[in-house]
C-alpha cells in the first residue's frame, strides 16, 4: 500500500515539490479543527503511512515520530472555536489548510488537499477525494493532525475531567450530550455546533 501511494504522489512531483495536505476535527462539538501540510522525502519512504482512520493509536502515534523526523517540511495549524464560530467549520478548515501551507519551511509547487475543495491561495492545489487512502503526502498529514487534535483533546481532558474528553475526542456521541446536559458549555465549546440543541 505505502508503494501504490508514493506511486501517487509520484505523478504530480513531475511540477516540483508537493505537500499534502488534511484535516482532523471537523465534527466534535468542541475543540480545534486542526490541519496537517507535509512535504514527505520519496528517498526516505515511511513504511505504514495509511489514513489515519484505519490505523491503531499506537501505530499513529509511532508513525507520528516518524513523519516528524523524516519528513522534508511539516506544519500543523489549529483552528480554534471561536474562529469555527466565526466562520462556519468549511471557512475554518479553509483557513487552517491555507495558513498550514504557506507556512512550511519548504515552498511546495502543488498542494494536494484531501477532499472536494481546496482554500483559496498562493500555491497552486489540487483536490484528491479520499486522498488519505491514495496520496502518502495527505496520508501522512492526516497522521499528524489526528495525532495532534487527540493529544490536545486529552490534555484538555485534565482540566475538565467531568466532559470525559480523553475517550469521545469531542465527537457528538450520546454521552457527550448527556454530560452537556449535566454539566453546560465551556468556552472551547464550538456554539454554531450546539444552538439547535439549546445549550447556547
Known amino acids: ?5 508514493y506511486a ?13 495536505v488534511d484535516e482532523a476535527g471537523r465534527g466534535p462539538l468542541c475543540g480545534p479543527v486542526c490541519v ?8 526516505n519512504p515511511i513504511e505504514g503511512v495509511n489514513d489515519s482512520k484505519k490505523l491503531s493509536e499506537k501505530k499513529r502515534e509511532a508513525l507520528y515520530e516518524e513523519i516528524v523526523q523524516k519528513a522534508l517540511a511539516y506544519n500543523i495549524v489549529m483552528v480554534g472555536p471561536e474562529t469555527i464560530d466565526e466562520l462556519n467549520i468549511l471557512g475554518a478548515t479553509m483557513l487552517g489548510m491555507k495558513n498550514a501551507v504557506e507556512g512550511l519551511a519548504v515552498k511546495p509547487q502543488l498542494a494536494l488537499i484531501d477532499g472536494n475543495r481546496c482554500p483559496q491561495m498562493e500555491t ?5 477525494v479520499k486522498g488519505d ?9 492526516s497522521i499528524l493532525a489526528k495525532v495532534t487534535r487527540d493529544r490536545y483533546m486529552e490534555q484538555l481532558a485534565l ?3 467531568e466532559y ?5 475526542k469531542g465527537y457528538p456521541t450520546k454521552e457527550h450530550y448527556a454530560l452537556l446536559d449535566q454539566y453546560g458549555i465551556q468556552p472551547f465549546y464550538r456554539k454554531s455546533f450546539l444552538k439547535k440543541r439549546g445549550y447556547v
Request: charged letters at 25%; one cysteine or more.
Open 133 to 141: 487512502a491514495k496520496s502518502a503526502c495527505i496520508a501522512a498529514a
Open 124 to 128: 497552486p492545489a489540487q483536490s484528491v
Open 159 to 161: 482540566e475538565y475531567p
Open 1 to 5: 500500500m505505502t508503494q501504490e501511494m
Open 36 to 43: 496537517a501540510a507535509v512535504v514527505l522525502d520519496p528517498e
Open 164 to 168: 470525559r474528553l480523553e475517550k469521545h
Open 8 to 20: 501517487f504522489d509520484a505523478q504530480y512531483r513531475a511540477k516540483g515539490t508537493v505537500c499534502g
